[in-house]
């Protein structure tokens, strides 16, 4: 099956620093990219959806400034959490889907493994 | 809005035993329904879906089917083994961008 890789899988870093976290599509071009924000015990949030060369669209409630979503390539997404503060510790995912999101149709989302950033 | 519901884990079944996970939902619109697992360290796979009343996902001896009348879409399997310890998601879509609302997750442990 398609194959979605993140990088890096866990990172530890000082409050007020930036994070990146990468999301690659390995073995097929993804025009849309999801990323979910999930916390203990707690469903999967979508924060937002990006689709390639375009800006992303943000769920209610998620700061665009603070959460800074580019999707470049058709096989690279990424997430750079500004100026992080302890809160923002979770667990980050992505997830990638061919074609374009066609309103009656499902195009199956294939999901990375996650990256846990721990803020200090 | 749409929610999903799924009952709290952690469950713990031993091998050979019966799976029931249960999930209900609320939705706008009418929905394409999922059922999701994840691995120890590996990203979230999908494991059936079913898109239309009384149609039944299935895969890998998993079935679950989806039941308009009761909002469900409940995950059954006959004889559960080692290797289906994970994490298992419901999900749902209403279409407009395939936008997925996930349930919190089971957690399922099965012991030899």
């Known amino acids: 099956g398609a194959v979605v890789s993140q990088h890096p899988s866990r990172v530890i870093c000082k409050s007020g620093t930036s994070v990146k976290i990468e999301c690659r599509s390995l073995d097929f071009q993804a025009t849309t990219m999801f990323w979910y924000r999930q916390f203990p015990k707690k469903s999967l949030m979508l924060m937002a959806t990006s689709n390639e060369g375009s800006k992303a669209t943000y769920e209610q409630g998620v700061e665009k400034d603070k959460f800074l979503i580019n999707h470049a390539s058709l096989t690279l997404s990424t997430l750079t959490v500004t100026s992080a503060h302890p809160e923002d510790s979770s667990f980050y995912i992505c997830?990638?889907?061919?074609?374009?999101?066609?309103?009656?149709?499902?195009?199956?989302?294939?999901f990375g493994p996650g990256t846990r950033l721990t803020v200090l | 809005g749409n929610s999903v519901t799924q009952m709290e884990g952690p469950v713990t079944l031993s091998e050979e035993a019966f799976l029931t996970i249960n999930c209900t939902y609320t939705a706008t619109g009418y929905p394409s329904l999922f059922w999701y697992v994840q691995y120890p360290g590996e990203g979230l796979q999908l494991l059936l879906k079913a898109t239309k009343a009384d149609d039944k996902g299935s895969n890998k001896g998993f079935e679950a089917t989806y039941r308009k009348e009761t909002t469900s879409f409940h995950l059954e399997k006959g004889s559960v083994q080692v290797s289906d310890s994970a994490v298992y998601f419901c999900a749902l879509t209403t279409g407009g961008g395939n936008k997925l609302t996930f349930g919190t997750g089971t957690q399922l442990k099965v012991e030899l």
């Open positions: 997830s990638a889907q061919t074609g374009g999101g066609v309103e009656a149709s499902y195009n199956e989302q294939f």
